[in-house]
T-cell receptor, first 111, second 113 residues
Framework: LAKTTQPISMDSYEGQEVNITCSHN???????ITWYQQFPSQGPRFIIQ???TKVTNEVASLFIPADRKSSTLSLPRVSLSDTAVYYCLVALSGGYQKVTFGTGTKLQVIP | KAGVTQTPRYLIKTRGQQVTLSCSPISGHRSVSWYQQTPGQGLQFLFE???????NKGNFPGRFSGRQFSNSRSEMNVSTLELGDSALYLC????????????FGPGTRLTVT
């Protein structure tokens, strides 16, 4: 069964740039890639979304290679408040669109 | 604008019982999706409704069902509860589906004993 995988955890010092990659080698051809942030005891919160190449908003950038089999969320100059779990969300190909969250990456920002 | 609301927030049920969870989406949003979150399996997609029609569904048994009303409010039902159904159930609304920015509710924490 195709899965959407991410590193389990990452540590970063405050002020550094953090890159989190999601592998989705069976992504549906017409679907977007979306990233969410989740704090404990809360529902996920939208960060950024893209289809191909690069997308940037006020909080993050999203890099998507031409084959779309992976995507990288980039958080510039992280702060302690960025400590959270980050998930990618894609639809995988095959029959019903298989809406799939990634395995999640717990980011710990260190002062 | 009010966010996504879910009721109840916490629920304790016994094996074999059934449960109904409710979700009120953001005003104007026509799509509602449901997700199950557990420590072992992470976030898993249950189903997606748009304009009262189920448009997409995940790989869950038929004990899990849902519906959407004309005002876009949605309910999900789990029958014959099992211990493994203990989870946080999250509802998300969006303008038109999972490919659009989804706004999540705080979830309903279901415990099955």
């Amino acid at each position: 069964l195709a899965k959407t995988t991410q590193p389990i955890s990452m540590d970063s010092y405050e002020g550094q740039e953090v890159n989190i990659t999601c592998s989705h080698n069976n992504i549906a051809t017409n679907d977007y890639i979306t990233w969410y942030q989740q704090f404990p005891s809360q529902g996920p919160r939208f960060i950024i979304q893209g289809y191909k190449t690069k997308v940037t908003n006020e909080v993050a950038s999203l890099f998507i290679p031409a084959d779309r089999k992976s995507s990288t969320l980039s958080l510039p100059r992280v702060s302690l408040s960025d400590t959270a779990v980050y998930y990618c969300l894609v639809a995988l190909s095959g029959g019903y669109q298989k809406v799939t969250f990634g395995t999640g990456t717990k980011l710990q920002v260190i002062p | 604008k009010a966010g996504v609301t879910q009721t109840p927030r916490y629920l304790i049920k016994t094996r074999g019982q059934q449960v109904t969870l409710s979700c009120s989406p953001i005003s104007g949003h026509r799509s509602v999706s449901w997700y199950q979150q557990t420590p072992g399996q992470g976030l898993q997609f249950l189903f997606e409704y748009f304009s009262e029609t189920q448009r997409n569904k995940g790989n869950f048994p038929g004990r899990f069902s849902g519906r959407q009303f004309s005002n876009s409010r949605s309910e999900m039902n789990v029958s014959t509860l099992e211990l493994g159904d203990s989870a946080l159930y999250l509802c998300a609304s969006s303008l038109a589906g999972h490919s659009y920015e989804q706004y999540f509710g705080p979830g309903t924490r279901l415990t099955v004993t």
